[in-house]
Nanobody, 125 residues
Framework: VQLQASGGGLVQAGGSLRLSCRAS????????LGWFRQAPGKEREFVAA????????YYADSVKGRFTISRDNAENTVYLQMNSLKPEDAAVYYC???????????????????WGQGTLVTVSS
């Protein structure tokens, strides 16, 4: 499956952005999905994940209460709503997809079989 991430841009601290990641293959509903980010000079880190059925979501402590992951299976798209953005949220954001049989740890990069190309988020202070 191919993943196309979009929605990044420049925003002031305290602002909001919504990232989207659209998949090329159906049925989209079988994929567990996640967002990771990588800032310059840092390792890629987990941000948020959502189960294939949408019933379970997972967040990094650093974004909990500010970011929301959701999915629209009819649109083959997973979203990351980011509110109250901070300068430390600036990074390239990547979406990942895992297909059955699912791994055991959606917070791990190794859980995901497919990755999008990334979308850049810049937060000015």
């Amino acid at each position: 499956v191919q993943l196309q991430a979009s929605g990044g841009g420049l925003v002031q601290a305290g602002g909001s952005l919504r990232l989207s990641c659209r998949a090329s293959r159906r049925p989209f509903s079988i994929y567990a999905l996640g967002w990771f980010r990588q800032a310059p000079g840092k390792e890629r880190e987990f941000v948020a994940a959502i189960s294939w059925g949408g019933g379970s979501t997972y967040y990094a402590d650093s974004v909990k209460g500010r970011f929301t992951i959701s999915r629209d299976n009819a649109e083959n798209t997973v979203y990351l709503q980011m509110n109250s953005l901070k300068p430390e949220d600036a990074a390239v954001y990547y979406c990942g997809a895992d297909e059955p049989p699912y791994g055991s740890s959606p917070r791990s990069e190794r859980y995901y079989n497919y990755w999008g190309q990334g979308t850049l988020v810049t937060v000015s202070s």
